[in-house]
């Protein structure tokens, strides 16, 4: 089967003042239908940079896509026309934030919003818009959608305000949905209410999932398949059993070893030393090189090449096999 | 954890020193052209007003009637004035006392401003109303004429007018510094500090107030050009320096009365005034934008 | 048992909230904390872990008094802490230190690490200039800093490194107590097990005796001794980390343990979840009887009505619910 969306070796950098960003550098994935993609990285990985270049929705300059491809259907995102992103984004993709409040607009009401995607991209007439846009709110779990329609998104808890973000993102049926660290802002049994709703509606609808977060745990229960970044690279990429039981990269596995986990008992975590380097201020090689254990002379200088492991899993790493 | 000290401190910068975010705003500073040229001129004519006794061509009050409103000449590179005085010296001395108005002022507002909007501020609750309330009402007189009672009652004398200008601009300041304050003290490093025991008032001193001086300094470039024309106005209506001592002012004022007959005598001291604020202006700006953190991190 | 060195009290920390202008008589509280009983033991790690908006920040707070009390007592070695004022309880702070959320927050941008070190100590002690010297080196190798990383400002490190800067500045006057708010949760996750093994090395070389706040379960769970879970200003359930987890009783633990993604995927694909419905209610406006009633899947009439105690279920085991205590009593 075709994937849906298939990037290769994405570079963005920001041109600014001070130099030279190096937000994504040479970054590669690919999803199918019904599948979920982790993007898993800590803050300035690059983990939404990369979707927000894809979709075109970073002002350039600064931002300048170096080289790269983003496949989805037939159009390469990065050469499309303004006009031919527009038509894809909020239509056959969709995306939902971290923060629901930022993307929704306070003085509008719900429904107002929620039709508008609809009578844009689809040319419904406003009563087939709020038709639908009622029914979406229903599958989301919003009791008594009609009156949510009439309400502002103030009178909305955090956690309803991203249920409704997710029924705007559903309401074009896209072949996928990006979430930028959805349940971050939330609380964790909310959260988990979340996280089983996106579950349920890929399940019903098809949908691609490309799930950005720096929560392991998320990773592991919603995740076909990750993508580990760091500091603009992409270190390891594969199965979410291959990463988590198979990891082939030393900063993977000394992620996994050294987050706290509820179900095991460790007198002590193994910390990672240090902490992630200055985008301004990268050498050539492998950005984790400081902090790695098992580095090797040529990590500081050379970034390695791909090493493909069973399947699709793909790591970068000048060592050839992890030391467990 | 000895292994993590290599590349904890491979993290740090390579200079030993240390660079404060004054340094920081300074070198940020240093690229605005247009605040460096700006600071530069003013650097220039503080230089000029401190060495103006040393280096002034003729004395300030030196007559000579039979120069009656003369064009520039190479004697007398302004001109002289309805006196007969050079006009150079005259503008060189008042800048001497429109600058020291100024800056004098200035501190003097800074000095009451500051220190009352960072008591209110910190303190807050009904001592912060009642202080802001008072400050309210000040604002609501017509100062001014309070600067010109008080002139007329004490006598004219530069001090009094240094201390009655800067009364006039503390409000605006002790709004602002109150502004800030109430901000910082909700910073993790003030409330850090209450609860290791600092003192009230180690907290305001060492804490908020250098915290808002950025702001202050910058309001402060604003200040003087308004003292700078308050005085101007004072002198305007006579009230300002005494004669035969001249601020570009009272210089401003004289060339006016001759304005048709030799336009040189308004045209210096009033473009000395005009470069003066210009460049206090531009300082102020790129003051601004080199100490707002927001800049500090692009 | 051991020595107990905090004792918190029936603590309430209700703040008026102003509705309208001129509606004096209709004063509304919000009940950030409501009646807070807890003890601290030396050498203990107490974690405190709840939802945001439940009140372990305010009772944190509260006890170190950055906020007042409305009602209850907190001492501290035996001294009645609420009690104190004015120069008593400046002198009286050294015993019991916070370290802050935000690294980024919690030092001020202004000063050196040396100016920030050596605060607290010009506060409370007269020290010479060769003993405050000391003193400072010795904070700082308590948490592998560097001698050098003195001259410089906070902007100059990292998150992680500004952390210990923090704790560092918690431990120049030897306090006996640490107060931990969610210390790592700005913190990139690389990093944040470096600051806790920092923190649980440092309380145990110094026999300090800690609460440990934070929303993060899996992190309270690696840090604490005890657990102690909020809910809307209360606290519904007490234990040891070990059997609060395996065997959380309060419906509520159990939603919240049940919740926690685990970074395993075959085991959180099977995991069971003890699904609660709805959100937090405003604490403005809580449910009368037990505050969880709202959400809560065992809820009956009784507790619509009837707020439910804390008492205790087994040794050093507390849990607030009727349904709990009355499986209890019928066993």
């Not at chain 1, 509820?262 to 984790?288: A, H, K, N, Q, Y």
């Amino acid at each position: 089967m075709a994937p849906i969306l298939d990037v290769r070796n994405l570079k963005a950098h920001f041109h600014t003042r001070r130099g030279v960003v190096r937000a994504v550098d040479g970054i590669g994935f690919s999803l199918e239908k019904g599948e979920t993609l982790g993007i898993v990285g800590e803050s300035g990985s690059g983990k939404s940079v990369t979707q927000l270049s894809i979709l075109g929705l970073l002002p350039t300059p600064p931002l300048k896509i170096e080289s790269g491809e983003a496949f989805f259907g037939g159009l390469d995102l990065l050469k499309a026309s303004p006009a031919e992103l527009r038509s894809v984004r909020g239509n056959k993709i969709s995306m939902i934030f971290q923060e629901p409040m930022t993307s929704l607009n306070p003085y509008l009401k719900i429904g107002t919003q929620l039709i508008e995607p609809l009578t844009r991209h689809r040319n419904l007439t406003k009563k087939e818009a709020w038709a639908k846009a009622v029914v979406s709110l229903e599958k989301v779990g919003i009791a008594d959608a009609e009156s949510a329609m009439n309400s502002y998104p103030h009178e909305f808890s955090g956690g309803m305000r991203q249920r409704v973000m997710i029924a705007m993102a559903l309401t074009t049926d896209p072949e996928l949905l990006i979430a930028d660290e959805p349940t971050t802002a939330l609380d964790v049994t909310v959260q988990a209410q979340i996280l089983d709703l996106l579950k349920a509606l890929q399940k019903e609808t098809g949908m691609a999932i490309i799930l950005i977060t720096h929560d392991l745990g998320v990773v592991a229960g919603m995740s076909d398949r990750v993508l580990v970044m760091y500091a603009g690279k992409a270190f390891e990429y594969g199965t979410t059993e291959d990463i988590f039981y198979r990891s082939q990269h030393p900063y993977t596995s000394a992620l996994l070893r050294s987050t706290p986990r509820l179900d095991t008992e460790v007198g002590s975590l193994p910390p990672i030393g240090g902490s992630p380097p200055d985008l301004m201020r990268l050498t050539g090689g492998c950005p984790f090189f400081e902090r790695c254990t098992v580095r090797v002379n040529d990590c500081k200088e050379i970034f390695p090449e791909v090493k493909t492991f069973a399947d699709s899993h793909r790591s970068y790493c000048h060592l050839k096999e992890l030391p467990q | 954890m000895t292994g993590t000290d290599l590349s904890m401190d491979t993290n740090l910068k390579e200079d030993t020193g240390g660079v404060s975010l004054w340094k920081d705003a300074f070198r940020r500073l240093l690229k605005n052209k247009m605040a460096v040229i700006g600071g530069t001129f003013l650097l220039l004519e503080i230089l000029l007003a401190i060495a103006t006794p040393w280096i002034a061509p003729y004395p300030f009050e030196a007559q000579n009637l039979e120069l009656w409103v003369e064009a520039p000449s190479m004697a007398h590179w302004f001109g002289t004035d309805t006196l007969g005085r050079d006009l150079f010296t005259r503008v060189l001395y008042g800048g001497r006392i429109s600058l020291m108005v100024g800056i004098l002022a200035s501190l003097v507002s800074v000095l009451i401003g500051v220190t009352y909007g960072a008591i209110s501020g910190y303190l807050g609750g009904r001592v912060d109303s009642l202080m802001m309330r008072i400050v309210d009402v000040l604002y609501a007189l017509p100062f001014i004429f309070l600067v010109i009672i008080l002139m007329v009652y004490f006598g004219r004398n530069i001090y009094l007018l240094f201390v009655a200008l800067g009364m006039t601009q503390w409000l605006t300041m002790a709004r602002i510094v109150r502004g800030q304050v109430i901000s910082l003290k909700e910073k993790e490093f003030v409330q850090a500090a209450t609860s290791m025991g600092v003192r009230k008032s180690t907290i305001i001193f060492k804490h908020l107030i250098p915290n808002c001086l950025g702001p202050v300094i910058v309001f402060m470039t604003l200040t003087v050009p308004t003292v700078i024309l308050e005085e101007a106005f004072l002198s305007f209506l006579g009230l300002g320096v005494q004669a035969p001592m001249a601020s570009w002012g009272t210089l401003i004022s004289n060339g006016v009365e001759v304005m048709e007959i030799r336009s040189t005598v308004l045209l210096f001291p009033a473009t000395a005034l005009g470069l003066t604020l210009f460049s206090l202006n531009f300082l102020g700006d790129g003051l601004r934008d080199a100490l707002d953190p927001k800049g500090a991190k692009d | 048992m051991n020595t107990t060195v905090l004792s918190v009290q029936g603590l309430k920390v209700h703040y008026p909230v102003r509705k309208g202008f001129l509606n004096f008589n209709k004063r509304k509280y919000l009940k950030a904390v409501d009646g807070v009983t807890i003890e601290l033991a030396k050498g203990e790690t107490l974690g405190l872990v709840g939802e945001s908006g439940c009140g372990k920040s305010s009772l944190g707070r509260a006890i170190i008094r950055l906020n007042n009390p409305t009602a209850g007592h907190v001492q501290i070695n035996g001294v009645d802490f609420l009690a104190l004022k004015g120069e008593a309880l400046r002198r009286a702070r050294t015993d019991i230190q916070m370290i802050f959320q935000d690294p980024y927050g919690s030092l001020d941008p202004r000063m050196t690490v040396q100016e920030i070190l050596s605060e607290p100590l010009q506060a409370h002690l007269k020290l010479s200039r060769k003993e405050m010297d000391l003193r400072i080196r010795q904070a700082l190798a308590h948490v592998s800093l560097r001698d050098r990383a003195l001259k410089k400002y906070p902007h100059e490190f990292s998150g992680g490194q500004r952390q210990r800067i923090a704790i560092a500045r918690a431990l120049v006057l030897e306090p006996k107590i640490l107060i931990a708010d969610e210390p790592v949760s700005s913190l990139d996750v690389s990093v944040q097990a470096e600051i806790l093994n920092l923190l649980k090395e440092i309380k145990d070389r110094l026999g300090l005796s800690m609460i440990f706040i934070a929303h993060n379960l899996s992190v309270v769970k690696y840090i604490s001794d005890r657990i102690a879970v909020m809910y809307l200003g209360k606290i519904v359930e007490i234990g040891d980390r070990q059997s609060l987890y395996q065997a959380p009783q309060h419906p509520y633990t159990q939603a919240l343990v049940s919740a926690v993604p685990i970074p395993d995927p075959r085991l959180e694909r099977t995991r069971k979840r003890i699904a609660v419905t709805g959100e937090l209610p405003s604490p403005m406006n809580p449910p009368k009887g037990c505050a969880f009633s709202s959400r809560c899947p065992l809820a009956v009439d009784k507790c619509q009505t009837e707020a439910p105690s804390l008492d205790a279920l087994s040794e050093g085991r507390w849990v607030a619910c009727f349904e709990v205590e009355k499986g209890r009593t019928s066993n």
